[in-house]
């Protein structure tokens, strides 16, 4: 095959850009990955590294017949850069793949790195590429200019909902004889998650403090797009609004952890390692938009925090995404310029696991149509069978209006029809399982695999 004229330009430097990237590089395509940090920063990154996470260090479970273990499944299977780079970095945390975050980013750095025809380049993109295919991958905070480049594909489609970070702080800091280790129904190891329990009273006074807190001003760009945050990431005080319950059943819940004297507390907040080292900690579903002074008040009342110290505070962004059933083919591609797809988050992907299987599915598509252009054939989208599948048919054909985003979940895949939720369960990551290994081949007779 003769090199391409020039190569293929990806925006964003994220999850799925990354793992797009490698799709295209491990199959001998040239890329150029524009990256605007650290330039330009966003209101959640750290750094400048590349697929840097920002709103936690879990990928979600790893149970093989849960929905998030079934997309890590196939993502094994296709050979993806990022899952790779996943279990490199791991650190334990239960039934979930959680990462030491420096581990995971230096990981993908370097494999992209060591491709002769990647180009790693950072500045913000303000207009598009004229000459190339183009791949956007800016993710959920994708910038103003970007935006404005883009008003030759979309009109006021592209949709704006807010996102929230949980904080961050210092192992050293904790009261540790106030706390414990366990792991909810003592799955994985029992150090994976430390936890903080609440008696009724503790509970009662932390839940007031909570909802009587004062929350973060919206930025003015945000504030005229009212549109609801994905649940998956509510803040923790717009969960308590909906009564002290609504927290005891969500993410203060103790079903599944008991003390050393097998006592169930009444709440509990759970507590799980940033790095290997265990020298800081995530506040598990604490995803917040509260004062940074209020966080210090509020969250120095869960027992063993008195004294805690943040190096991370939670806080609120605006989350980017398009609205890809009406602007986006089956293969990715803008309707308006087929030069021009998509992947991750920005299609309405919600989730780092899920935002690297866009970006597997984009680099994909995009490989295949360059390294088969004008073949009577193309390669066709997973079997709605597979989680690949039924995500991509969510961000492609969802029927619902407004579209919003999706993460992975039983409720995409077919249902199985055994008795019982387990055996029902069962069945339909088997029935993945056999659905994705035709289409394997396919991938492998047209493309290969990676290496």
């Known amino acids: 095959m003769a090199p391409l004229p020039t190569p293929v330009h990806i925006i964003g430097g994220g999850l799925a850009g990354c793992e797009a990237a490698y799709q295209l590089l491990s199959r001998g395509l040239p890329v150029c990955l524009h990256e605007m940090r650290p330039t330009t920063m966003t209101a959640a990154h750290f750094g400048d590294r590349l697929a840097e996470l920002v709103c936690s260090n879990s ?89 404005g480049a883009l008003k030759g594909l979309l009109d006021d489609t592209d949709l704006f909902f807010f996102d929230a970070i949980a904080p961050i702080v210092d192992a050293t800091s904790l009261d540790m004889d106030r706390l414990f280790f366990a792991s909810r129904y003592n799955k994985g190891d029992p150090d994976d998650y430390l936890n903080a329990p609440m008696d009724r009273p503790t509970f009662e006074a932390f839940y007031k403090a909570l909802v009587e807190a004062d929350r973060a001003a919206v930025a003015d760009f945000d504030a005229d797009r009212h549109l609801p945050t994905f649940q998956g990431c509510q803040p923790i005080e717009i969960i308590a609004k909906g009564g002290p319950l609504a927290l005891a059943f969500g993410p203060m819940k103790p079903v599944g952890i008991y003390d050393a004297n097998g006592k169930r507390p009444f709440a509990v907040v759970q507590l799980r390692a940033e790095n290997l080292q265990k020298t800081a900690f995530n506040l598990v579903g604490f995803q917040t938009r509260l004062r940074v002074a209020e966080q210090e008040r509020v969250f120095r009342m869960i027992p063993g925090l008195e004294q805690a110290r943040f190096l991370r505070f939670g806080s609120i962004h605006r989350n980017t995404f398009i609205n ?128």
């Open 324 to 451: 890809s059933p009406q602007v986006l083919d089956s293969r990715l591609c803008f309707r308006a310029d087929p030069r021009v797809s998509a992947a991750g988050q920005f299609t309405g992907s919600e989730g780092y696991t899920e935002a690297i299987a866009m970006g597997l599915l984009a680099g994909l598509f995009l490989a295949d149509r360059l390294l088969h252009p004008g073949a009577g054939d193309a390669l066709p989208p997973p079997p709605p069978e597979t989680a690949l599948g039924c995500l991509h048919r969510h961000v492609t054909a969802s029927p619902n209006k407004p579209f919003q985003p999706s993460n992975v979940h039983f409720g995409l895949l077919p249902p199985g029809s055994a008795h019982g939720r387990k055996d029902r369960r069962r069945e339909t990551a088997t029935a993945a399982a056999e659905a994705l290994s035709p289409w394997i081949e396919s991938v492998v007779s047209r493309l290969g695999l990676p290496t």
């Open 59 to 147: 990928l979600r479970s790893e149970a093989p017949e849960s929905a998030p273990g079934i997309l890590k499944s196939e993502l094994a299977r296709l050979g993806s850069l990022l899952l790779r780079a996943a279990l490199a970095a791991k650190v334990p945390a239960g039934s979930a793949l959680a990462v030491d975050r420096a581990i995971f980013s230096s990981f993908v750095e370097d494999a992209l790195a060591a491709f002769p025809a990647f180009t790693l380049v950072r500045e913000e993109v303000t207009a598009l590429p004229p000459e190339g295919p183009v791949l956007l991958a800016p993710g959920p905070l994708a910038s103003a200019p970007l935006l």
